[in-house]
Structures are given as structure tokens and as C-alpha cells.
């Protein structure tokens, strides 16, 4: 039995048709994601990987502060097959073939395409082809939905079976492993709360193994600094979130919008008011990013910790 092409298939194919008829010419810029959404009635997650097929075959590429266009060597590029259908209508599923994974999966999907704010029951459904109300089926609403995307994201990546590795060790894997997280999903620092934790099975495990291997400290103590460690990675990842937020809204890199300062910052630097900042700037071996940033400061975290562990002896 013969697959029906996916909906992002025929949105690709559709806009290769109009790159290969002069309609889209090199260096134009393509329907953008919401253009997208908005001519086809589809998700966000859609859009994007109907975008992807045609970036991953040679026919447009991303420009910075341009957003996507078609490609020099597009018309040599490989060649995607045509499907002779303009507009998108999704098959309904049935309810035995959603769950609750499912939806839980297109979220994250939408989420990593668009942000969090993106995330509707109303998208989620039209993504997965089914009716807004059957999803209350499976997720009672939104609060339960985000949480129940944190607790899948925090099960990706499972936790090292060895057995003791000290508690420095297990306590900077952990946070390296959140980090990663936080870089592959930059909206998941806006769910994590320190104040309002939201109750995840999966980040619970996580915090539990981190915290493993210390000897002789109060549960006030060890309390501390599970939550410091939390609060440092996702403090630091806020600023993963707000740049993919600002890029996606912009079209402008965090590298582009600094350039962007460079002569009002030699201004500012001449009037010699700022030798600290003047003497990073010109190091030509100034490394300073958030993965530089994360790293250095949970280097020196540990080593805070080190000193009460063995005050505590």
C-alpha cells in the first residue's frame, strides 16, 4: 500500500515547483514558517520541516537577517519529487491511534520550531490531524502538558549505571547534562521554576542521582544545594531561550546584533574610562560565550561546595 505523502512533503514540493519555474528566483527569500502556517493552515512544526527538506536537498538557505532564500545552486540541487497537490488537507486519526506520547512529542516538536508560546492544544491538533477536544482525552490542559514535556526531555538523555564517581563528578554531569538539554530545547528553562517546581518523575530521578555521594551532610544541606545547582544551570539557560527568542522575532544572530555595537563601543572605550572592559576586547584570546560562561562559573560552584564538604569532616 502506497503512503500518502506527508503534509510537509507537499508543501516542499510545491515550493520547489515554484524555485524551478523562475517564480522564486536565487537569492529570493521563501515563504517564511508563518507564511507558511498561514497559506497552508498548518503547524509551526510543519512549516519548519517542509523548510528543512528543502534546505537539506540544496535549494535554499538560511541568510542571516534575511531569514531563508533559495539557493545560488538551486537548480542543480537534488531534486525533490513533485506532488501535484497545492493545498494541504489532513486525514483525521482515530482515538486509538493518539496518546498521550504523541502529543506530548508534537508539542515539543512545535516548541523547538517556535517556542513555547507557540504551543497550543489548537496547533498540537491540527499538527497531528485530529480534533482540538479529543486531546483533553489524553492531557486535562496546558499546565499538565508542560510539565509532561519537561519530564519527557529529562528522560533523553539517561543517567550514567556506573557505580561511584564522587560527588564532584556526579554532580557536574548532571548539570552538563541539563545544560544540553537547555541548549537542544531552549524554551525548557522557561517551565523550570524554583519557586513553583513543576512535578516531574524524570527530573526528581535526575536530582536524586546528582546528589547520591555525599557523606555527613544535614538534608537542609544537601536541599540547598540541589536547588542551587538547578537554579545555576537554568539561570545561565534563560539566555539560551531569550536569543532564540530574539533571533526568531529579529532574523539577527547575537554575533551580527554585536557587530551592530562595535563602533559605539570604540567610543565608548576611548574615553579610557573602561580599562577592564578595553583590555578583554582587544585580547585576541578572550573566549567569552554562554558555554564559557556556564562552564567557568559551575567550576567555581563546585569548588564552593568542595570547601564545605570538607568543612563538614
Known amino acids: 500500500m502506497t503512503r500518502s505523502p506527508t503534509p510537509s512533503a507537499l508543501i516542499a514540493a510545491e515550493l520547489r515547483r515554484r524555485i524551478e519555474a523562475g517564480e522564486l528566483r536565487p537569492g529570493d527569500r521563501v515563504p517564511s514558517t508563518r507564511a507558511i502556517t498561514a497559506e497552508w493552515g498548518v503547524a509551526m512544526a ?11 536537498a540544496g535549494l535554499v538557505t538560511p541568510r542571516r537577517g534575511v531569514g531563508t532564500v533559495v539557493a545560488d545552486r ?26 498521550r506520547q504523541r502529543i506530548v512529542e508534537a508539542a ?15 496547533r498540537i491538533a491540527a499538527e497531528l490531524g485530529v480534533a482540538a477536544m479529543t486531546l483533553y482525552r489524553h492531557i486535562p490542559g496546558k499546565d499538565d502538558l508542560v510539565a509532561a514535556m519537561a519530564d519527557t526531555v ?12 564522587g560527588w564532584r563528578a556526579r554532580l557536574e554531569t548532571s548539570c552538563r547534562l541539563q545544560w544540553e538539554m537547555y541548549r537542544r530545547h531552549p524554551w525548557l528553562a522557561h517551565t523550570m521554576s524554583m519557586t513553583r517546581p513543576l512535578p516531574t518523575v524524570r527530573g526528581m530521578m535526575h536530582v536524586e542521582w546528582s546528589m547520591a555521594e555525599f557523606e555527613d551532610l544535614t538534608p537542609d544541606v544537601m536541599i540547598h544545594i540541589a536547588v542551587t545547582m538547578l537554579n545555576y544551570v537554568r539561570g545561565t539557560a534563560i539566555n539560551l531561550a531569550l536569543e532564540d527568542e530574539a533571533e526568531r522575532a529579529t532574523g ?18 576611548r574615553t579610557n574610562d573602561f580599562p577592564m572592559y578595553a583590555a578583554a576586547l582587544t585580547s585576541p584570546d578572550l573566549l567569552l560565550d554562554l558555554d564559557s560562561l556556564f562552564t567557568f562559573g559551575l567550576d567555581r560552584i563546585l569548588d564552593g561546595i568542595g570547601t564545605l564538604v570538607a568543612n563538614q569532616r
Do not use: C, N, Y
Open 252 to 269: 539577527v544572530s547575537s554575533e551580527e546584533w554585536l557587530q551592530a555595537q562595535d563602533a559605539t563601543m570604540e567610543l565608548i572605550l
Open 108 to 122: 515539543i516538536a512545535i516548541a523547538d520550531a517556535d517556542g513555547l508560546g507557540a504551543v497550543s492544544m489548537r
Open 74 to 99: 538551486a537548480k542543480t540541487a537534488a531534486r525533490i519529487p513533485v506532488v501535484a497537490v497545492p493545498m494541504v488537507h489532513k486525514s483525521p486519526r482515530t482515538d486509538a491511534e493518539l496518546t
Open 154 to 165: 529529562f528522560g533523553e538523555r539517561p543517567l550514567p549505571t556506573a557505580g561511584p564517581i
Open 46 to 56: 510543519t512549516a519548519t520541516r517542509a523548510l528543512t527538506v528543502l534546505r537539506e
